[in-house]
Nanobody, 116 residues
Framework: QVHLVESGGGSVQAGGSLRLSCAASGSIFSINPMDWYRRAPGKQRELVATISRSGSTNYADSAKGRFTISRDNAKNTVYLLMNNLQPEDTAAYYC??????????WGQGTQVTVSS
């Protein structure tokens, strides 16, 4: 069994910053990609950023230049630093991991609310 615990969400004003964390525990041998998704009210889930085990990153256009994804393999933890947050970033943010077996697991979600 694998558990993901997210933290770091909250409410900020436009231009502010937040750092999300997602720690994985349980029956983990090795984690391949670690991702952050988000779902805004009335919208489809969106991939925000992804990071490979080696550290290669990719970002949604909406996140480029403002968000930074990173990971600590020793702690099985992925982070998302979000700078210059805007009201359109308001969403529930979810981490997802994929193990080397191909199994995927999701976090419970953490709410980010940005006011103008």
């Amino acid at each position: 069994q694998v558990h993901l615990v997210e933290s770091g969400g909250g409410s900020v004003q436009a231009g502010g910053s937040l750092r999300l964390s997602c720690a994985a525990s349980g029956s983990i041998f090795s984690i391949n990609p670690m991702d952050w998704y988000r779902r805004a009210p009335g919208k489809q889930r969106e991939l925000v950023a992804t990071i490979s085990r080696s550290g290669s990153t990719n970002y949604a256009d909406s996140a480029k230049g403002r968000f930074t994804i990173s990971r600590d393999n020793a702690k099985n933890t992925v982070y998302l630093l979000m700078n210059n947050l805007q009201p359109e970033d308001t969403a529930a943010y979810y981490c997802r991991i994929m193990l080397v077996t191909g199994a995927t697991f999701w976090g419970q979600g953490t709410q980010v609310t940005v006011s103008s």
